[in-house]
């Protein structure tokens, strides 16, 4: 089996901050996704990449950047965090359908 | 129902009990997949059904997909403390690349 690695676990930013997540899959997936979890909501998606070098924007992509350097690495980042912001931001990457997800990087912005 | 940026719907049940979730979805779909999320803890797939099958079991789970409605069900019988998640259905965007997750429902199951 392989497993999805996401750090920081916890991140703490300023108001108008760059923050970086990153996310590190060895199950030799091509496709990789990064999703943002509001409490008490679903998942939306931010960015996706089908293989490295690519990116595809989600739904909420404005005030995100990422990248894939590498098919097994898959960043994101908030590019100026907002003050109070709070929200869990979830990595995956997908072979015959099925999402496997990382734990998840929990942001708060004082 | 549940979907995209709704809030969680709650539910809370005895241990024993059986339980269903539902899930409406807006466009056509390919698959809908039904993913488990304990607390702390990244969702996790459940069960998946194709456009093409009516009902899909795995142990105490079954599926139900109702393309000519855009609805999906999830039913958990005897239900275990363990149970205790938040539940949300996916459908795909007909291409496979990325999935479209529904809004939750919180699952409390009472020991």
């Known amino acids: 089996g392989g497993i999805i690695t996401q750090t920081p676990k916890f991140l703490i930013g300023q108001e108008g901050q760059k923050l970086t997540l990153k996310c590190q899959q060895n199950f030799n997936h091509d496709t990789m996704y990064w999703y943002r979890q509001d409490s008490g909501k679903g998942l939306r998606l931010i960015y996706y990449s089908i293989t490295e070098n690519d990116l595809q924007k989600g739904d909420l992509s404005e005030g995100y950047d990422a990248s894939r350097e590498k098919k097994s690495s898959f960043s994101l980042t908030v590019t100026s965090a907002q003050k109070n912001e709070m929200a869990v931001f979830l990595c995956?990457?997908?072979?015959?359908?099925?999402?496997?997800f990382g734990p998840g990087t929990r942001l708060l912005v004082l | 129902s549940q979907w995209g940026e709704e809030n969680l719907q709650a539910l809370s049940i005895q241990e024993g009990e059986d339980v269903t979730m539902n899930c409406s979805y807006k466009t056509y779909t390919t698959v809908v997949q039904w993913y488990r999320q304990k607390s702390g803890k990244g969702p996790a797939q459940l069960i998946l059904?194709?456009?093409?099958?009516r009902e899909k079991r795995s142990g105490r789970l079954r599926a139900t997909l109702d393309t000519s409605s855009q609805s999906s069900s999830l039913s958990i019988t005897g239900t275990l403390a363990t149970d205790t998640a938040v539940y949300f259905c996916?459908?795909?965007?007909?291409?496979?690349?990325?999935?479209?997750f529904g809004g939750g429902t919180r699952l409390t199951v009472r020991p």
């Open positions: 995956a990457s997908t072979h015959q359908d099925t999402q496997y």
């Open positions: 996916a459908t795909d965007d007909n291409a496979g690349a990325k999935l479209t």
């Open positions: 059904i194709r456009s093409n099958e």
